[in-house]
């Protein structure tokens, strides 16, 4: 199976900060199948990003994502406070399909 | 408008079987793989099985192969995950999502599923 290894585990950012998500994969996918998904408290998951730099419909521009291989990366350029949630990435390459460990974002 | 609702979940006991539902809606449920995706309380999420178009197709992560059947009714728009067997480390939220291609655009709310005695 493909492990995700995603970093940080938590951030603690300011309103209007840059924050950015790596997301480091065992062995390399396709960047058709890398994808980003947020997690409100609470709530169920929502697809923010697919195949690595796609913003899913309605997602803000502030969302954005890259990579390639083995090493992929999503940040939000300007924080805002609806964006507290866990980040996961995810990969749809082989199965089984694997998410990382999740990323979970506060603000200061 | 895109709608999946799951049903089905509750309290059961080690060993015993649950069922879970989900009615889809807005959407042509026939043109879509369909997956189960689960949480466990405070955890990651991790991708259960998936089934094709037809239902000709099924796919189980390891630790539920032969316990789990996926399943579908394309006339009801319908897709069920039958649970047998079940132990202490099923115990999740269940969450019904489209598959396409391993890209899991749409989600239920998901159902809970406790197994403990």
């Known amino acids: 199976a493909i492990v995700l290894n995603q970093s940080p585990s938590s951030i603690i950012a300011s309103q209007g900060e840059k924050v950015t998500i790596t997301c480091r994969a065992s062995?390399?996918?396709?960047?058709?199948?890398l994808h980003w998904y947020q997690q409100k408290p609470g709530a169920f998951p929502k697809l923010v990003i697919y195949s690595t730099s796609y913003r899913a419909s309605g997602v803000p521009s502030r969302f954005s994502g890259s990579g390639s291989g083995t090493s992929y990366s999503f940040t939000i350029s300007r924080v805002e406070a609806e964006d507290v949630a866990t980040y996961y990435c995810?990969?749809?390459?082989?199965?089984?399909?694997?998410f990382g460990a999740g990323t979970k974002l506060e603000l200061k | 408008e895109v709608q999946l609702v799951e049903s089905g979940g509750g309290l059961v006991q080690p060993g015993r079987s649950l069922k879970l539902s989900c009615a889809a809606s807005?959407?042509?449920?026939?043109?879509?793989?369909m997956a189960w995706v689960r949480q466990a309380p405070t955890k990651g999420l991790e991708w259960v099985a998936s089934?094709?178009?037809?239902?000709?197709?099924?796919y189980y992560r390891d630790s539920v192969k032969g316990r789990f059947t996926i399943s579908r009714d394309n006339a009801k728009s319908s897709l069920y995950l039958q649970m047998d067997s079940l132990r202490s480390e099923d115990t999740a939220t269940y969450y019904c999502t489209t598959d396409n291609w391993g890209l899991f655009a749409y989600w239920g709310q998901g159902t809970l599923v406790t197994v403990s005695s």
């Open positions: 062995s390399s996918i396709s960047s058709n199948y």
């Open positions: 995810q990969q749809g390459s082989s199965n089984p399909y694997t």
């Open positions: 807005g959407f042509t449920f026939s043109d879509y793989y």
């Open positions: 089934i094709s178009y037809d239902g000709g197709s099924t």
